[in-house]
């Protein structure tokens, strides 16, 4: 155990200058350290020196999947004669996800840092940040970062005078919550629809072009830039053992002060929704919480002081995800909340696999007569079916998703479905 | 509609295009890019506007309709001046989403997904903004308004109202 007994004396990682006025220009970012141990790194580490620290901080990556960044980097072969692509998931689309664009708005200068610092670790030389269409503005900032960048060296040729080159384009979606899955993204950068491939082979092995890509999330290149400069062993003091470092939760739903709070892991649950947000916003114990985005499985009230890591909350059912803490309290009315849940999976899924095309419309449809209290009396079984049925049987995760929140209903509030069911309608 | 009407980008679009071509190992990537270019001159994207774009970037016409037609953000059809799209995903609805739309909708006359007759505004419900911290979020012409309430649409509606101009 090595959180202080007052998690707010850590200091935070990603959030370290989030409230400083201005800290998106360059001048500003400088003044509070950014880029000033950059060129230490280009000069004095090389490429195994930097994978081996962030094996060693023990970062699991902080877009959902939680897979050890550098594990992940040293995938990537070497001499392949092909170019290595970096891809920066900005796409934040798992609904209760909000965390990178603060970090983007209100940081950028990090985030670039971070990418420079991986880039140079996996010998890139053309890297790409994939943004939701909708961050248009999050978009012109980095874009006004990534200029002001270039007129000082910090990207382009030869960048710092160290011989390493890297370009960096922000690259806008348009609407598609499928493209956060790293191979639908790579597939969008290459001007196609977000269908996910086969894995594998994986993208560190056949990516962007079918060269060698590395795709982060932005909370976990924001953080490179404080393991190299502190060390690896540093940051795994952070948090817990096998779950390191500083997270960002978004937390949003039936709380009084909703927001993102950067924690250190194994902060529990109940003391980030008491002490950081100020409580519920009726009675004291939550219905139902959603601990890491729309696609985790619900958890209930006897889960409240669960310790927030990756695998206390796969010990409960359900998972760590993106962070994004979606708060039910008594007044919540489950049913509407999974039968929005279903429509946005039925929304959102590419279509290219049966289970899941037809599966998520199922579930939609079923759950819009449910909640319009016209339920037949069987539905729940075919809930159970559908949902059970698609899980696992497609090539991406978004089938599980959405099973989720319906599996999650049926199984902690049976009562509530049946309430909405027609009697005996045969 | 004749020849001399076909959409064509400006020559300081043709620049950017070129520019944004070279950053990437094939001209396709730059299809997203360009077609929020062509959506932000032209307003929405026709079949002579996706013609357009297939041809700029070399690609078929199916490749753009493909793509147009698989992202939300990209319209085939024209929209109100003030496109006005309430998330209503979770953590909105459980911050009164529903209720909001309602009266937006209530109060310009119109369903969702409609036009106002005089083209002013569009209301459309979408996805998770992921704006969850500020919900119930609108966004109205790609600019972010969080914690929005009936009253601060209404100040809103009446602003553009009062600005005019038809669309």
């Given amino acids: 155990m090595t959180i202080p007994s007052d998690p707010k004396q850590v200091k935070a990682i990603c959030f370290a200058n989030i409230h400083v006025p201005d800290m998106r220009k360059l001048e500003v970012a400088r003044a509070h350290g950014a880029y000033e141990f950059l060129p230490t790194v280009l000069n004095e580490f090389d490429s195994s020196r930097i994978i081996d620290e962030v094996k060693t901080a023990g970062i699991r990556g902080r877009g959902g999947a939680g897979f050890p960044t550098g594990l992940k980097w040293s995938f990537v072969p070497r001499s392949t004669g092909k170019p290595t692509y970096l891809m920066c998931n900005a796409d934040e689309g798992e609904p209760g996800t909000f965390k990178d664009r603060d970090i983007m708005r209100f940081d950028p200068h990090l985030l670039i840092e ?16 994939y943004i939701r269409g909708e961050f248009l503005h999050e978009a012109n900032i980095l874009n006004e970062a990534i200029a002001e960048a270039y007129a000082a060296n910090l990207l382009g040729e030869n960048i710092l005078g160290t011989g390493f080159s890297m370009h960096l384009t922000v690259h806008r979606g348009a ?39 590395v795709v982060n999330n932005v909370e976990t290149l924001s953080t490179i830039p404080a393991i190299l400069k502190h060390g690896g062993d540093w940051h795994a003091q952070i948090g817990q053992p096998n779950n390191t470092g500083m997270k960002i939760f978004s937390v949003s739903g039936q709380v009084n002060k909703p927001g993102n709070y950067e924690v250190p892991l194994g902060t529990p649950l109940k003391t980030l929704i008491e002490d950081y947000c100020g409580g519920l916003q009726h009675g004291s114990v939550p219905k139902a919480i959603i601990p890491g985005g729309s696609s985790s499985p619900w958890l209930m009230a006897e889960h409240y002081e669960i310790p927030l890591t990756f695998d206390e909350l796969a010990k409960a059912g359900s998972m760590l995800g993106s962070g994004a803490i979606i708060v039910m309290d008594e007044t919540a009315d489950v049913v ?91 | 509609m004749s020849a001399s009407e076909q959409p064509q980008f400006s020559e300081a679009r043709k620049a950017e295009i070129a ?16 077609l929020h270019m062509a959506q932000e001159d032209f307003g929405y994207l026709s079949m002579d506007v996706q013609k357009l774009v297939a041809e700029t970037l070399g690609v078929r016409l199916m490749a753009v309709r493909e793509v147009v037609t698989f992202y939300t953000m990209f319209r085939e059809q024209p929209c109100g001046k003030y496109l006005m799209e309430v998330c209503t995903n979770a953590s909105c609805m459980l911050n009164g989403a529903n209720e909001l739309v309602a009266h937006m909708c209530d109060r310009l006359g119109i369903r969702v997904g409609e036009t106002t007759p005089d083209g002013m505004f569009t209301v459309t419900e979408v996805e998770c903004a992921g704006a969850c911290g500020g919900a119930p979020v609108v966004q109205v012409n790609n600019v972010y308004h969080e914690k929005a309430t009936p009253e601060s649409m209404d100040a809103l509606i009446e602003k553009a109202r009062a600005e005019g101009g038809a669309a």
């Fill in chain 1, 175 to 213: 609407g598609a919550y499928i493209c956060g899955e790293e191979t639908a993204l790579i597939e969008s950068v290459e001007g196609k629809p977000g269908r996910p491939r086969f894995k594998p082979p994986f993208p560190a092995v056949e990516g962007f072009y079918r060269c060698p890509t």
């Fill in chain 1, 336 to 426: 509407a909340v999974a039968r929005r849940l279903a429509h946005f999976y039925a929304h959102e899924s590419c279509g290219q696999c049966t289970p899941c095309r037809e599966g998520t419309g199922w579930l939609e449809r079923i759950m819009m007569r449910v909640e319009a209290g016209q339920g037949r009396p069987d539905d729940i079984q075919v809930l159970s079916d559908a949902a059970t049925h698609m899980a696992g049987r497609t090539i991406c995760a978004l089938a599980d998703g959405a099973a989720a929140p319906i599996l999650s209903l049926l199984k902690h509030f049976p009562e509530e479905v049946r309430a909405r069911l027609v009697e005996s309608a045969a």
């Fill in chain 1, 114 to 129: 971070g990418m420079i610092m991986a880039g140079f670790a996996l010998d890139v030389h053309d890297a790409y940040i």
């Fill in chain 2, 19 to 34: 520019s944004l071509v070279s950053r990437y190992p094939g001209a396709r990537s730059a299809l997203l890019p360009v």
